[in-house]
Nanobody, 132 residues
Framework: VQLVESGGGSVEAGGSLRLSCAIS??????????WGWFRQIPGTERRDGVV????????AVADAVKGRFAMSKDNAKDILYLQMDALKPEDTAMYYC????????????????????????WGRGTQVTVSL
């Protein structure tokens, strides 16, 4: 497994979580064109790109989480982070990290994660549950 997500859990509405995505093969991180997170409710087909980051450092954030979610990248450790604040029950989903090629804009990466079902590299996900 080349991407491993962690940090999910159960939290009350208004709370925060920080998800991590460890990239176990350095070459994947080195040759990446974009990085991102998407979410999916188990048992459904729909996927929503949440946040994406391109090689220029530009970040694109889905409207549903704008102002609440942000991603960052630790290049030395090859780890991606998703900081989630002011969580809402509708944020409940399985969250997955993605590393893709070739280089595209952050907005394009957000669309790719929403529209496609496979990516260059993605993890097995971590569950986030937000209760009232």
């Amino acid at each position: 497994v080349q991407l491993v997500e962690s940090g999910g859990g159960s939290v009350e509405a208004g709370g925060s979580l920080r998800l991590s995505c460890a990239i176990s093969v350095s070459e994947i991180a080195f040759r990446a064109g974009y990085w991102g997170w998407f979410r999916q409710i188990p048992g459904t087909e729909r996927r929503d790109g949440v946040v994406a980051l391109d090689k220029d450092g530009v970040q694109a954030v889905a409207d549903a989480v704008k102002g609440r979610f942000a991603m960052s990248k630790d290049n030395a450790k090859d780890i991606l982070y998703l900081q989630m604040d002011a969580l809402k029950p509708e944020d409940t989903a399985m969250y997955y990290c993605v590393v893709g090629r070739p280089p595209i804009t952050a907005q394009q990466a957000l669309d790719v994660m929403t529209e496609r079902r496979t990516y260059n590299f993605w993890g097995r996900g971590t569950q986030v549950t937000v209760s009232l």
